[in-house]
């Protein structure tokens, strides 16, 4: 009885614990950008990147978005590229406990 009890409550516990996974974004900012080993590095002004992801910044990587898919990183880049040409603001979506070197996984731009 107390076994099944304490299985109950580590089962509870885990469902509301902290370390889950939760989508976050970044609102609609102008986004700074810059390049580094392979990296690309985003910021968005005014707008803090939470979680454990370091630096305040999002990345996208040679290999891809956060799901690895090395397409959809060219698609999001050129998205990124075509609203800053255009001066349009930019909504970043990233995974708060993705970190330290959190990746984008989708973009929205205010057209």
Not at 33 to 42: I, K, L, P, R, S
Not at 43 to 56: K, P, Q
Not at 67 to 93: F, H, T, V, W
Request: charged content about 15%.
């Amino acid at each position: 009885m107390i076994k099944r009890s304490l299985g109950c409550i580590v089962f509870l516990l885990s469902l509301s614990s902290p370390t889950w996974a939760t989508y976050q974004q970044t609102g609609f900012a102008t986004i700074s950008m810059w390049a580094d080993n392979g990296v690309t590095y985003f910021t968005a002004s005014g707008a803090t990147i939470g979680g454990n992801c370091l630096y305040n910044r999002l990345e996208l990587r040679e290999t891809g978005d956060y799901y690895g898919n090395p397409e959809n990183g060219r698609r999001i880049y050129a998205m990124i590229l075509a609203a800053q040409l255009e001066g349009k603001l930019i909504n970043l979506g990233y995974s708060d406990t993705d970190g330290p070197a959190c990746r984008i996984v989708n973009v929205q731009v205010q057209w």
